[in-house]
């Protein structure tokens, strides 16, 4: 929801860092790879109970996250790099809430379950949204050039990361704002299949 706003903000700071990256000779497909291990290294020390630590390391991943792409628009964009930045991206999420449940499975894991659930609601409908938007020549740069279409939603990666952290700032606290996260992920996907349905029913007809 508030991605398209916040990037205006944080692209000027990752293209500073992105070009020192690019002399360095850093590509966009390593951060990607970096910060996908910080960010399992992050759920790793979550499941311990160190929560502190995995919120220092989650913020750490998703700086990574955001600085291979300021990195891929300054050479190139790749399907690779797309494929690895989304996939990569999605297994990070459910390996955090994974985590939780490990901490704690009497207090968390139902809850955990649920929100692991829920995530597909955004998951799937962003990707098979984006799968008929380059079918039928559909594009958009509302949230800066990218390798497939972002359609936006209640819940997208800036509101996951913050409900991420937010877990780890108040762990006891998981219960309550996986549930009521995972409430938001289902209207997410009931409002992209009504776009959807809108959009390409419209063409089709």
């Known amino acids: 929801m508030l991605d398209a ?3 205006p903000y944080m692209n000027k700071p990752l293209e500073a860092v992105a070009r020192r990256a ?3 000779g850093i590509s966009a497909n390593i951060a990607t790879a970096v910060g996908f291990a910080v960010g399992i290294a992050a759920a790793a020390f979550i499941a311990g109970e160190y929560y502190w630590v995995g919120l220092g390391l989650l913020l750490t991943s998703r700086f990574l996250d955001g600085l291979d792409g300021a990195i ?3 050479t190139r964009l790749t399907d690779v790099g797309g494929f690895l930045d989304i996939t990569l991206d999605f297994i990070f999420y459910a390996s955090v809430v994974f985590a939780f449940a490990l901490a704690s499975p009497e207090r968390n894991a139902l809850a955990a379950a649920f929100l692991t659930a829920s995530f597909m609601a955004p998951a799937s409908t962003f990707l098979t949204y984006a799968i008929f938007a380059q079918k039928q ?3 958009t740069e509302i949230r800066g050039a990218k390798s497939l279409y972002y359609l936006g ?6 509101e996951t990361i913050f409900t991420l952290c937010l877990m780890c700032v108040f762990p006891a606290w998981f219960p309550v704002i996986a549930v009521v996260y ?3 992920c ?3 996907g009931g409002t992209r299949i009504a776009a959807a349905v809108q959009t390409f029913g419209q063409r089709a007809s």
Do not use: Q
Request: charged share 10%; proline share 0%.
């Open 153 to 158: 939603g209640l819940t997208e990666g800036f």
């Open 137 to 139: 020549g559909i594009t």
């Open 72 to 74: 891929a628009r300054l």
């Open 22 to 24: 690019v002399v360095l």
């Open 5 to 7: 706003a916040i990037r």
């Open 186 to 188: 289902w209207i997410t």
């Open 182 to 184: 995972g409430i938001m």
